[in-house]
């Protein structure tokens, strides 16, 4: 069997290792400028999590660290803002979080990069489906659920349950490790 | 009287095939997908035929240079190999340079990987004739995608939400037609202009209309 295809796997080989070659040094080449672009669109997301004006400066806000993650706190009303990420349906999904000073209640919740299906589940990164979260609680959990009523109930979009319920279990995730985290020094600083 | 000399040689038969007897999206209904999901906004139509475009001619200038060399059981593995470095590529460029268009156009870009039109091409001429004319014949069927996704992106945004590169162009009394904005839009468009496509192509040449089907 060797004998014969040895021809046609060298060439795929070739070609494999060709494609490979030129793939890496455009990525090499553009993943400083992606990276930048990144960032950016973090920053901005972190300035419009606390409220603050887009094009502000980064000393509008404090850093500080709370477990392996940094948290951003807005100088003018002490809201704090994170990232947090998990795994979706089909891919990661990863964001900002920010908190009213009583570090219950959600400001906003912005979507930074998901790959949940377009339309469906996509709907998650939209504006529309986002507002919904302002003013819910953390206490005792944050549900999305069918038919959201308390405080801390949001509507789940519809066909997407598994995409709702991986987006819930990560914003849990993700609030209990910073309220596990938080200093203590901090939340009494905090009034 | 140069022009219609042009028309009969090859590579003039070549362009005439792909931009009007052949024209990917209308006569032989490829790449609708694409058709119908990024068409809503001029700026990305335009980013999304550069992008196919360029796919399409270094994919079947690669493929037509390497055609004797291809395996002929592997010849499918071999498109898609090249087809697919090519679109992460175009990808990685729109991240870098156009973030905006890119965060749009989303997995649409990807997607250029699975439209049938390059893989189309490269198996049924690239990988049968002489670069150059894999050259011509991937930019006029490239270029004949992209002027018809250019007329139904016109008139779904100038339709849809009253602008043209987003730049308003008509009176704001003029009521905006939301549903042209969205995907099920496109299809109304879409069946229009291959009516009035197919239409003109009958009158030009009644004979061929027929034995098309």
């Not at chain 2, 000399?5 to 362009?15: E, L, N, P, Q, W």
């Amino acid at each position: 069997m060797w004998k014969n295809n040895w021809p046609s796997l060298l060439f795929i080989f070739l070609l494999g290792s060709f494609c490979a070659l030129l793939l890496f040094f455009v990525q090499l080449k553009t993943q400083p400028l992606i990276q930048a672009h990144e960032d950016n669109a973090k920053k901005k997301a972190i300035l419009n999590a606390l409220n603050l004006p887009e094009n502000g400066t980064p000393d509008l806000y404090d850093e500080l660290p709370v477990g392996t993650i940094t948290c951003f706190r807005s100088k003018s009303d002490q809201a704090l803002a994170f990232s947090f990420s998990g795994s979706g349906l089909w891919g990661p999904i990863r964001g900002i979080l920010s908190l009213e000073p009583d570090l219950k209640t959600i400001r906003k919740i912005i979507v930074l990069k998901q790959e949940e299906t377009p339309g469906l589940g996509g709907r998650i990164g939209e504006n529309a489906y986002l507002t919904l979260f302002q003013g819910k609680l953390f206490e005792p959990e944050l549900k999305i659920i069918k038919k959201a009523r308390a405080a801390n109930e949001i509507e789940a979009l519809s066909g997407a349950t598994l995409t709702s319920n991986a987006f819930e279990t990560l914003l849990n995730k993700a609030y209990h490790f910073f309220r596990q985290n938080l200093p203590l020094k901090n939340q009494e600083k905090m009034p | 009287m140069k022009w219609k000399k042009i028309a009969y040689t090859r590579s003039g038969r070549i362009f005439i095939n792909g931009l009007w007897k052949d024209n990917p999206v209308t006569c032989m209904v490829l790449g609708i997908c694409s058709v119908l999901a990024i068409t809503n906004r001029l700026d990305n139509t335009l980013a999304m035929s550069a992008g196919v475009i360029f796919v399409m001619v270094t994919t079947s200038l690669l493929v037509s240079w390497l055609r004797s060399f291809i395996p002929v059981r592997l010849r499918i593995l071999t498109f898609m190999l090249i087809i697919s470095t090519f679109v992460i590529c175009v990808d990685l460029f729109l991240k870098a340079f156009f973030p905006e268009i890119s965060r749009t156009l989303g997995p649409y870009v990807g997607l250029i990987i699975t439209n049938c039109i390059i893989l189309g091409r490269a198996e049924s001429f690239a990988s049968k004739n002489k670069a150059l004319y894999a050259f011509l014949d991937a930019l006029a069927v490239g270029l004949g995608y992209a002027y018809i996704l250019i007329i139904i992106a016109l008139i779904r945004e100038l339709l849809a939400y009253g602008t043209i590169f987003n730049y308003p162009l008509l009176p704001s009394f003029f009521p905006k037609m939301d549903v042209l904005g969205m995907a099920p839009g496109a299809f109304f468009v879409l069946a229009i202009v291959l009516w009035i496509y197919r239409t003109l192509q009958a009158r030009k040449h009644p004979k061929k209309s027929s034995d098309q089907g």
